[in-house]
């Protein structure tokens, strides 16, 4: 496959991939008010705290993070991922909102916030790309202490993010939920 076409089907599981997990996010996720992971995460925080767009911060909060472990990700892997975190959280602050929004059971939005989320995180994944944020910080790690276990890297940073998300709204429901999406996606 020549290069033109390879970067055109990249992107294209790029852009199917952000979609399912904007739509996770925004469209389940930010209206049942349960905390996420990752970056995404710390946005839906801010969102709820300072009405901030979830894309917007979320790319404010890659750019540190970012510039500090480019060299340790490559620079296939950097690219993809940057070019897929900027996608996402623009089709989150300006796609999702165009979508309906689940105004159910929190449980039902968990469940669909993970599987919306594990879709897409799968395509993108699978495309060796990220959408930035603690994935990179977890990658980072990773490359820095290869013993360590990449799933449970990601496991205390996922889970710590709940907590304070979870503690700052005062929502043990949240958290639980939060959990079950950290689990299914």
Not at 12 to 28: D, H, K, Q, R
Not at 60 to 85: D, T
Not at 95 to 123: E, K
Not at 124 to 141: C, E, H, K, L, Q
Request: with cysteine.
């Amino acid at each position: 496959m020549n290069k033109t076409k390879e970067l055109m089907v990249q992107m294209m599981w790029e852009l199917v991939g952000s979609i399912f997990v904007a739509i996770g996010i925004y469209n389940f996720a930010v209206q049942a008010k349960f905390p996420m992971t990752g970056f995404s995460g710390i946005s839906i925080i801010f969102y709820r705290l300072f009405h901030i767009p979830i894309g917007f911060s979320t790319i404010l909060l890659n750019i540190p993070v970012a510039i500090l472990c480019y060299k340790l990700l490559g620079k296939r892997f950097f690219i993809s991922s940057i070019r897929c975190m900027i996608v996402s959280s623009l089709i989150i602050d300006y796609v999702a909102p165009l979508f309906p929004v689940y105004q159910g059971d929190r449980l039902l939005a968990a469940l669909c916030t993970g599987v919306f989320g594990g879709i897409g995180y799968a395509m993108i994944y699978t495309r060796n790309s990220s959408t930035g944020g603690s994935d990179f910080i977890i990658m980072a790690v990773k490359a820095l202490r290869p013993h360590l276990s990449l799933g449970n890297i990601a496991f205390l940073s996922d889970v710590g993010i709940i907590l304070v998300g979870g503690i700052l709204f005062k929502d043990v429901d949240g958290m639980i939920y939060g959990m079950i999406v950290n689990l299914l996606a």
